[in-house]
């Protein structure tokens, strides 16, 4: 039954309640949005861009392969340490690799030695964008590259040389545990006045085998790869002085030693003799 509505004064009429307008009741649900696509060629676009990366990142692997497979193997890597250290008339092995070097040695050299595949991505990015530039060099050769260098490459230089040690250097990385690492390294780099391998520039200069050199002759001796005629103790003591000061700062920067047990490390005499005539023995 339909009610009705006063019509006048005596009577009712029997129209019915006009609905409400669409949307303003109370009770209507609110309709949800329609959903927002990108335009058809932004979608396109986008398609695009994804392909290209997914091309290139498929270049990158296929030539990173390539490039592993014309390496020449590192097999033969302690026999080329061997026969360098004969070459010179060092003792080959050598004995092992005392913590305090080993520790200045990454410090100072490659800090993410113990963590890093053979090779060091951040260092090269920060190189290959000092080369676009025109920045310094401030090298990101990893203590394996430098060994791959001293073995396979010496006297080399240039892009494709470079390539070849970085190559080189995850190889070595997959062949060898980072302690043969470093004590291949540690036999066949040359540390000035005429020392091959750290027993010889241990004895030579401070009359002592490896196991007992103190924290400032560590530090001084691994300070002494990079330049040892210009850093050496010497010919340029002031000098070599300022790269131990460097290498003690790098062992506080990467918390292996405080900077109050860096300070006074620095303070400590080193003890230069005059050679290894002095009753050290290799």
């Known amino acids: ?45 986008l398609r695009r861009i994804l392909v290209v990366m997914l091309a290139l990142a498929l270049v990158v692997v296929l030539a990173f392969i390539a490039l592993l497979l014309i390496t020449p193997s590192v097999s033969n ?3 080329l340490a061997q026969g360098f250290d004969q070459a010179h008339h060092a003792v080959y092995p050598g004995p092992p690799v005392p913590v305090r070097f080993a520790e200045s040695l990454v410090a100072t050299e490659d800090h993410r030695f113990y963590s890093e595949p053979g090779v060091d991505p951040y260092a090269i990015a920060r190189v290959i964008g000092g080369r676009v530039t ?10 394996y590259q430098q060994l791959a ?21 995850i190889k070595l990385y997959l062949s060898y545990p980072r302690a043969e690492i470093l004590r291949m390294y540690a036999d066949v780099a040359y ?7 750290l027993a010889a520039a241990s004895c030579g200069y401070f009359g002592v085998t490896p196991a007992g050199l103190s924290w400032p002759q560590a530090a001084l001796l691994a300070g002494l790869v990079q330049a040892p ?33 860096a300070s006074r490390a620095y303070g400590q005499p080193l003890h230069l003799v005059g050679g290894p005539g002095t009753g050290c023995a290799r």
Do not use: N, W
Not at 1 to 20: I, N, R
Not at 23 to 28: K, M, S
Not at 38 to 45: D, H, Q, W
Not at 232 to 257: I, N, W
């Open 1 to 45: 039954m339909t009610l009705g509505v006063p019509a006048g004064e005596g009577g009712y009429t029997d129209a019915p309640t006009a609905p409400l307008p669409s949307g303003t009741g109370e009770d209507t649900p609110e309709q949800p949005p329609a959903q927002i696509r990108p335009p058809r060629r932004l979608r396109r676009r």
């Open 77 to 79: 890597a302690p026999d």
């Open 134 to 143: 025109g920045q310094p060099d401030q090298g990101g050769a990893t203590l």
């Open 149 to 169: 260098k001293m073995l396979y490459t010496p006297g080399r230089s240039g892009v494709t040389v470079e390539v070849e040690q970085i190559m080189l250097g």
């Open 191 to 197: 540390f000035g006045h005429g020392y091959y391998g």
């Open 229 to 261: 005629s210009t850093d050496s103790p010497v010919a340029h003591y002031a000098v070599a002085r300022a790269r131990e000061a460097h290498v003690l700062g790098r062992l506080a920067a990467t918390g292996k030693l405080t900077q109050a047990q």
